[in-house]
């Protein structure tokens, strides 16, 4: 793909504070750009980042047709930069956008945009163990419109922010709820695609949440509100008696990069994993029973996410005495471990930006 660059005049790195960035608040020098006009994709820039022109009446500030997707950049240990998965996170994007009526840009165009940016802002990649450049590829209609129907143009980018551990506290046990009040996605929605409204659909909820001192909210299916369907923005994992288990993909969860890694290393570590409903009162019988083990959620920014502690209803469920499970770590080991280039990559998921 070729690429017009337009270097920033100064790079902003050495006044940024990047010994321990919070999630997403620091950006890069550059950002890729490129627009959909006329039935097809036109020329590729690279540009400062920096504030875009836009009208009030942008189709996707009140049509919503957005599809974003998060994955990252690591240092690893030779001093390479390399990306975790990016073909894995391309098909979800290709996916989401199929369900927006957004046409995708191509599989040479999506990661010959990520890599365009990691490779001219390489300096910004961290070198410190537990922090990574975050790339947000997005596409958005950007047709100056009000009426209701799919735009007829739109605007693919890639941004760039270095950060550190998506937890503070780095990875530790967290609190949950339930929450009885809300749902998040219903089969047929757009619980299964990357797009903002999946997630705006969660923000009330876990507002509620975190001022009653939990970190999240595990969801619970929109028609029993029964069974475990996603924890926050992550896929969620039990491990119960000798048995690995994850709500299956239903139309409702979407399917995460992290979580087909962690049922891949499972499986190559003879772990019986299954994928199935679980309901949460099968979480407390398990418990009753001393066969809950483990509980954690699974995602590109923290990557694994164990959990301590439920609250359903006037009930609270404790896992693992609220310590981190065996399996839990040594998932985010192994992950963490391929990704940073100190395990060898078995399974091909690094990819080399040069």
């Known amino acids: 793909m070729n690429i017009t660059v337009t270097k920033a005049p100064a790079s902003r790195r050495a006044q940024a504070n990047l010994d321990n960035p919070a999630f997403g608040e620091i950006f890069s020098d550059h950002m890729f750009l490129m627009n959909y006009r006329d039935g097809g994709w036109g020329a590729a820039t690279l540009i400062p980042y920096g504030p875009l022109p836009m009208l009030p009446s942008m189709s996707a500030l009140h049509y919503g047709q957005i599809v974003f997707e998060g994955l990252k950049a690591f240092r690893q240990k030779n001093g390479a930069v390399a990306l975790f998965r990016p073909q894995k996170f391309y098909e979800r994007f290709a996916r989401s956008c199929r369900r927006l009526a957004i046409p995708a840009v191509s599989r040479e165009q999506f990661i010959g945009a990520v890599k365009a940016v990691v490779r001219e802002d390489a300096a910004w990649v961290p070198q410190k163990q537990g922090h990574s450049l975050y790339l947000r590829p997005f596409v958005f209609a950007s047709e100056s419109f009000l009426g209701v129907r799919a735009s007829r143009a739109y605007t693919f980018m890639v941004i760039a922010s270095p950060v550190g551990n998506y937890y503070k506290e780095g990875v530790k046990p967290v609190r949950l709820t339930t929450s009885l009040a809300y749902i998040r996605a219903a089969k047929g929605g757009l619980g299964d695609v990357k797009t903002p409204a999946n997630y705006a659909a969660s923000l009330l909820a876990a507002e509620e949440a975190r001022e009653q001192g939990f970190a999240q909210v595990i969801w619970l299916d929109a028609i029993e509100r029964r069974y475990l369907e996603e924890v926050g923005a992550m896929n969620i994992f ?117």
């Open 238 to 354: 039990c491990v119960i008696g000798g048995e690995l288990i994850t709500p299956p993909l239903e139309g409702t969860i979407l399917p995460g990069v992290t979580r087909d890694s962690v049922l891949a290393l499972a499986k190559a570590w003879g772990i019986a994993a299954v994928e199935r409903r679980i309901a949460i009162d099968e979480l407390y019988d398990a418990r009753q029973k001393g066969t809950l083990r483990e509980v954690f959620g699974s995602g590109t920014a923290a990557v694994i996410s164990p959990v301590g502690e439920i609250r359903h209803g006037d009930t609270t469920l404790t896992v693992n005495g609220g310590a981190i499970g065996p399996l839990a770590q040594r998932l985010y080991d192994a992950i963490t471990g391929i990704q940073y280039g100190e395990a060898a990559d078995t399974f091909g998921w690094m990819e080399k930006v040069e």
